[in-house]
């Protein structure tokens, strides 16, 4: 309905080379690897079709400077959290610091005008870096689904197992934690159960996956799956409907084929698409099409605005 329309209006703004209206949920457009073509950056992403971009927080630091980047620019939303490898930056002034930054005006919470921030993230946990012990990122991680759940956000999740696994002890911890949080959601009727968040970047299991979907998250897909080695990748994307998928660059990070290597951008969100349809067998149009939808029903954009 609406989504549909939202999308039609975005496309009829497009005189680019690219129709499809494309979204990249997750981009560390933050980072100091921008900072000489910042906005380059953004309009070659413009000219490639995309509609919106997500810039997830990875310290109170990062998430200041998310808000004030989505401040910027019309097509940019913001996420704000803590990253479970910037555990140690943690402190007892955190969380009422991330609240500031998606409430600025105490009078007007849970009301009014909303800053751009439309998630909690990138939080989770990390097992492959273990740069904090796991009971602090568990610790952490629960104290941000809280928030989520005080400020009815949807969360962005980070999840790498020790050696890169498929499977492992991680994913394990994240569903739990995840399931008992739902369930939290399912018992306070919070309408945020329609629409809980994603778990980004995905390189788990199909069986993991299916979890995740089952408790109302979205599936992330990034770069890698466009690389020669990543049969188990595509595998586990072909067994998920397209109706539960993401498309993110995790920029500067993960360059797709043809530019893997260097660094990563947002415009190149669309070779994600293009892989997708090609596991899939539906058109490019469609993989951009329903991934934004989803997105848009995930961030609920419109709504900040």
Not at 109 to 128: H, M, N, P, Q, S
Request: net charge negative; with cysteine; charged share 25%.
């Amino acid at each position: 309905g609406d989504l549909k329309g939202w999308i039609e209006d975005r496309r009829s703004e497009l005189t680019f080379e690219h129709s499809n209206v494309l979204t990249d949920t997750h981009c560390h457009l933050d980072l100091e690897k921008f900072d000489a073509d910042r906005d380059e950056v953004i309009g070659r992403a413009q000219r490639a079709g995309l509609a919106r971009i997500l810039i997830p927080g990875l310290t109170v630091a990062s998430s200041r400077a998310a808000v004030k980047l989505a401040d910027s620019h019309q097509m940019l939303y913001a996420a704000v959290g803590v990253h479970p490898n910037d555990a140690e930056t943690w402190d007892g002034q955190t969380i009422s610091d991330l609240k500031q930054l998606t409430f600025p005006h105490p009078t007007s919470f849970g009301a009014g005008k909303r800053t751009k921030v439309v998630a909690i993230g990138e939080v989770g946990l990390d097992y492959y870096w273990n740069s904090s012990m796991s009971k602090t990122q568990i610790e952490i991680l629960r104290n941000q689904l809280a928030l989520a759940l005080e400020l009815h956000l949807p969360v962005v999740l980070h999840c790498r197992e020790k050696g890169d696994i498929e499977q492992g002890p991680c994913a394990g911890d994240l569903i739990n934690i995840l399931e008992e949080w739902v369930s939290t959601l399912k018992a306070r009727k919070i309408p945020l159960l329609d629409r809980p968040g994603v778990l980004h970047s995905f390189s788990g299991s199909l069986e993991t996956a299916q979890r995740a979907i089952k408790l109302g998250f979205y599936i992330g897909v990034t770069g890698p799956i466009t690389y020669k080695n990543a049969e188990n990748r595509r595998r586990v994307i072909a067994n998920i409907p397209l109706e539960n998928l993401l498309i993110e660059t995790d920029s500067p990070f993960l360059a797709p084929q043809p530019h893997r290597g260097k660094r990563n951008e947002p415009a190149f969100v669309a070779h994600i698409a293009d892989k997708i349809a090609e596991i899939i067998s539906r058109t490019p149009q469609e993989v951009a099409d329903v991934t934004t939808e989803n997105a848009a029903r995930l961030f609920a954009w419109e709504e900040t605005v």
